[in-house]
């Protein structure tokens, strides 16, 4: 299983970024999915996970109200609508997705590769 991110860059403050991350390979379903980030000096911390019905969403304290996780459960794909971007959400924002794959009796967790999302004016 493969995980492929995207829609990271560079944005002034207030600015909005949105984030993608698709799965692809041995898939048979998908189970939670969700984001992490990890700013310079800090612990990586949770951003925003979701449930495999899009519903059961959850939110860190930090970005609730402006960042909103959805699903494309069709495309296997997870994303991260980020408004009102502050400097502090500066960090390499990592996709997890939990995997059931074909043969498999249980789920496993894979990361993606990190997308750099940096707010400054």
């Known amino acids: 299983v493969q995980l492929q991110a995207s829609g990271g860059g560079l944005v002034q403050p207030g600015g909005s970024l949105r984030l993608s991350c698709a799965a692809s390979?041995?898939?048979?379903?998908?189970?939670?999915m969700g984001w992490y980030r990890q700013a310079p000096g800090k612990q990586r911390e949770l951003v925003a996970l979701?449930?495999?019905?899009?519903?059961?969403?959850y939110s860190g304290d930090s970005v609730k109200g402006r960042f909103t996780i959805s699903r494309d459960n069709a495309k296997n794909t997870v994303y991260l609508q980020m408004n009102s971007l502050q400097p502090e959400d500066t960090a390499v924002y990592h996709c997890?997705?939990?995997?059931?794959?074909?043969?498999?009796?249980?789920?496993?967790?894979?990361w993606g590769q990190g997308t750099l999302v940096t707010v400054s004016s």
């Open positions: 997890w997705v939990n995997v059931k794959e074909w043969g498999r009796l249980s789920y496993t967790a894979y």
């Open positions: 979701i449930g495999s019905g899009g519903n059961n969403n």
């Open positions: 390979g041995s898939i048979g379903s998908v189970g939670n």
